[in-house]
Structure formats: structure tokens, C-alpha cells
């Protein structure tokens, strides 16, 4: 697909009608003791239909503000079932569409949607280990994380009460998934990198302190993996990122500026790092944009 189609894809694209999830938390049938019971047994539900439905319950676990019933039993099932195949494809269906639902619903406390596009990197790792999607699925697939990822304005992270958020560093993990399907074609994989490189300098100055820099270059690492551009083309990918630092004057003078600052070094020191301890040509491709643009930032 032409660049061009895929981001008017991105902005147009409608999202599945989702099967409708129930609204509590336990879902209907089950209490925190069983949920509690259900994790010590490692999530093994031998009855398919009931684990395929207790699956689609879960979806509702994940906006809420306890963190052991969001990420400690809703997450974790989710993603053990999905790891181990338990859950056939009409079923990955029903979870990617009432997902999609929920990162279009109401932010509410800030969990949802966070959590949505986690659960959502395990449905495309999913499709990656074994494809059962179409080639339009996916495509819609790919212009949701973008536009997520894209869209990201909370940037919590962790709260010793309320667990993680996260939000960027979920799309980031959605976006890296992505990357490693030898299906996403080159234009989707521009749009990936292009939506990685708006929030690894957030315009709102806000300063990662959880890790949000090495899980956004996790999806730029692996998609120069995938051999889709030359050294001249990254370098003049990262030649354009020291200006979203903004106003040259503002230097060392803004608080804003400097928050992009701290943000973007980590970015690329990440990205360095990774590229120059590895022997994998596609990778060291990297190293000449990653140290301009850091020389660039003295």
C-alpha cells in the first residue's frame, strides 16, 4: 500500500463493531476468590467455551484501579492463553474488536485504554506467531496503534497505590509486535517509526522516568532488522528529531526544552547503545544518525 493511501487509512479507518462485554469486574459467574484460584493454577481452564468466555469478562478488569485484578489476574490471563495458543481465532476476533471499543470509550481514571493496547500487542503477537488476520485486518491493525500511540496525552506511568498506566510504553510494545511481522509491509513500517519518533519528544515537555524511552526504541531496532532502509535514510530520519526540541533561544533556559532534551538523549542513547554492542550490520546502519543527532543535542 502506497504511503499516501496508508495515512489516509489512518485517519479514516472505522473500527469493528466488538461484541458487547459485560460491564463488571469480576465478570458475571465469578468472584476474586476465583479469580485468585484460577492464578495460582497458572490460568488453566480446560473448558474452552468457559475460558473463551471468561476471556471477553476479563476486558472489563482492565480499567480497573485495583492493579492485581487490572495486571495481576485480567493482563496475565489474557496474555497466558494467548501465549499458548489456548484461545482460536474467532475469539481473538471478539477480544481485538471489544478492545478497539475501549481505546475509543471515555478515559475514565486513565487504565483502559493503557491496558487496551497491551492486551492489544499480545492479539498482534498472536497473528505474528500464527497469521489469522487478512491483509486488511492487519492494515487496520497497524493505523490503530499509530493513531494510539500518536494520541497519547497521559503520561503516567507508576503509582505505588495504583500500579502502571503506561500508556507509551503500551503502544510502544503494540507498535513493536507489529514491526516483527514479516507481513506489515514498508509503508506501514514508516508510519510505526514516525509515530515512535512524536512521543519519544512529547511536545507537552512531559519527562520519562519510566523506562518509555527503551520501549520506543524497541519498534525502530527491530524494523531496521527488517532491512527497509539504508544508512542514509535513518540518518536523515534521526537528523530531523533534535528539532522537536523547539526553540533554539529557549535552550538550557526552559523547563519544557529541557524535558525534551532529557527525553530524546534517552532515546537515542538507547538506540545507540543497542546498535553498537550488536555484530548485526542492519542494525549498526543506525549508529552514523544516532551519534549526528546526539552530537547535534551538545
Not at 465469578?30 to 471477553?56: I, M, P, T
Not at 471499543?101 to 497491551?118: H, M
Not at 503494540?174 to 512529547?202: F, K, R, S
Not at 527525553?263 to 555484530?279: G, N, P, T
Request: glycine fraction near 6%; charged fraction near 25%; hydrophobic fraction near 50%.
Amino acid at each position: 500500500m502506497r504511503a499516501a493511501a496508508y495515512w489516509l487509512l489512518l485517519f479514516a479507518a472505522p473500527g469493528y463493531a466488538a461484541a458487547a462485554t459485560p460491564a463488571t469486574c469480576p465478570p458475571p459467574g465469578w468472584d476474586r476468590a476465583a479469580l485468585d484460584s484460577l492464578k495460582r493454577d497458572e490460568f488453566a481452564l480446560v473448558d474452552a467455551a468457559r475460558r473463551e468466555a471468561l476471556a471477553q469478562g476479563l476486558l472489563a478488569c482492565l480499567a480497573d484501579p485495583d492493579p492485581t485484578l487490572r495486571d495481576g489476574i485480567a493482563y496475565e490471563a489474557l496474555s497466558a492463553w494467548m501465549r499458548k495458543g489456548a484461545l482460536p481465532a474467532p475469539a481473538l476476533r471478539g477480544l481485538r474488536d471489544a478492545l478497539y471499543t475501549r481505546l475509543d470509550g471515555a478515559e475514565g481514571e486513565g487504565y483502559a485504554q493503557p491496558f487496551a493496547a497491551l492486551v492489544l500487542a499480545e492479539v498482534a503477537r498472536t497473528d505474528r506467531v500464527a497469521a489469522w488476520m487478512s491483509a486488511e485486518e492487519r492494515t487496520t491493525m497497524v493505523a490503530r496503534a499509530v493513531r494510539y500511540e500518536t494520541s497519547v496525552r497521559d503520561y503516567r506511568g507508576y503509582d505505588a497505590r495504583t500500579g502502571w498506566r503506561h500508556g507509551v510504553a503500551h503502544g510502544a510494545d503494540w507498535l513493536m509486535q507489529l514491526t516483527l511481522n514479516p507481513a506489515v509491509d514498508e509503508a506501514q513500517l514508516v508510519a510505526i517509526v514516525d509515530a515512535v519518533a512524536a512521543q519519544a519528544v512529547p511536545e507537552s515537555g512531559h519527562a520519562y522516568v519510566f523506562g518509555e524511552p527503551e520501549r520506543l526504541a524497541a519498534p525502530v531496532l527491530y524494523a531496521a532488522r527488517r532491512g527497509f532502509r539504508d544508512e542514509a535514510q535513518w540518518t536523515a530520519w534521526f537528523a530531523a528529531l533534535p528539532a522537536r526540541l523547539g526553540d533554539a533561544k529557549q535552550a538550557y533556559r526552559d523547563p519544557v526544552w529541557l524535558a525534551r532534551r532529557h527525553d530524546l538523549l534517552a532515546f537515542l542513547q538507547a538506540i545507540y547503545v543497542s546498535a553498537d554492542v550488536s555484530d548485526d550490520a542492519r542494525l549498526r546502519v543506525l549508529l552514523p544518525g544516532a551519534t549526528a543527532a546526539l552530537k547535534a543535542m551538545r
